[in-house]
């Protein structure tokens, strides 16, 4: 039997529109904000086609974030989507350049070796029944070893030509003469509208978000926690491995280094969204949204040669005020 506790009246609009005016309506402002004040700084920001090309800088943030949302909604955290990337992209470049592998097979070598590396995560969280935290800090410190020892300082960069610059493949103008999208940002807002129907509109989401809420009572519920869990982790590895290969087509190496603190910015992505890092509560739309503002903030401080340092400081201090602000909001209607 359901606890009693207190509802709140009104209309059900005005009760949706009450639960949406607080960390995603943050994000939405300062987004707007962004553009206006970098439209303000430099007439260049404005040019759409710029600010599309750039945000294949920052795709791999995008896509890890997507399957952050449910990993943090799920009260849980993956520390090694980092190293996982480093990790897909060394094996892969290691597979074809180093053992004659077609980079066909390669490519679906790294895509599993992504999962099977977030299968293990998962496996650990779930079998030893050891924190997420715990145990990613240890696999974010395993991962990016075991890609070190692969390549050391070395590189591989002899991909072949239709493998190279993803980024550089655009979708045509369309009849109303908008300007091209990068492939990349189609495939992160594909990933993104399926990772979303599925956190909100389907059994595993509900799951993940009842077991971030409280998982002891999900287990006594019937709801098969170790195996969603399992599904999630090892999800993360996927888009992780995805990403790791995306970097790699883009940048035209694999390095043990590459991704060094995305976790940071996939984290930051889907907290600044609204998702409660403690779990139970988060949406997509605001992952996306703050992804954009990710984006537009670095656009902007890189046109005016802002250190990247200092830019993880401007991003910081968004993060704590979109949770800050939402939460005296909450206290003051109490």
């Known amino acids: ?145 075991l890609a070190q020892v692969l390549l050391g300082d070395h590189s591989v960069s002899n991909f072949p030509d239709w493998f190279v610059g993803i980024d550089s493949i655009h979708i045509a103008r369309t009849l109303f003469h908008n300007p091209p999208i990068p492939a990349p940002l189609i495939i992160f807002l594909v990933l993104a509208l399926i990772a979303g129907a599925v956190l909100h509109r389907t059994v595993l989401g509900r799951w993940t978000y009842a077991i971030g809420t409280n998982s002891t009572a999900s287990r006594y519920s019937g709801i098969a926690v170790d195996r969603v869990t399992l599904l999630l982790f090892t999800f993360s590895g996927f888009l992780a491995g995805l990403s790791g290969l995306i970097m790699t087509s883009r940048l035209g190496i694999a390095k043990y280094d590459m991704g060094l603190g995305l976790e940071l910015d996939a984290i930051t992505a889907v907290v600044l969204g609204g998702t409660d890092i403690f779990g139970g509560r988060g949406t997509m739309f605001g992952t996306v949204i703050t992804f954009f503002l990710i984006v537009v903030l670095r656009t902007g401080m890189g046109l005016h040669n802002i250190k990247p340092e200092q830019q993880m400081l401007v991003l910081g201090l968004l993060l704590i005020f979109s949770i800050v602000v939402p939460n005296l909001l909450q206290r003051n209607k109490r």
């Open 1 to 145: 039997m359901e606890p009693s506790v207190a509802r709140p009246v009104g209309s059900p609009i005005s009760r949706a529109l009450e639960h949406k005016l607080n960390r995603e309506f943050v994000a939405v402002g300062l987004l707007l904000l962004a553009f206006f004040v970098g439209s303000r700084l430099s007439t260049q920001f404005l040019d759409a086609s710029y600010l599309l090309d750039t945000t294949s800088v920052y795709i791999e943030t995008g896509i890890i974030a997507t399957a952050m949302t449910f990993i943090i909604i799920s009260g849980n955290i993956d520390l090694s989507v980092a190293s996982t990337l480093a990790l897909v992209a060394c094996v892969t470049g290691v597979l074809h350049a180093e053992h004659g592998l077609a980079m066909g097979p390669a490519i679906i070598c790294g895509l599993l070796l992504g999962a099977l590396l977030g299968f293990f995560n998962g496996l650990l969280i779930t079998w030893l029944r050891l924190p997420s935290l715990t145990v990613t800090l240890g696999t974010f410190a395993l991962y990016r070893g």
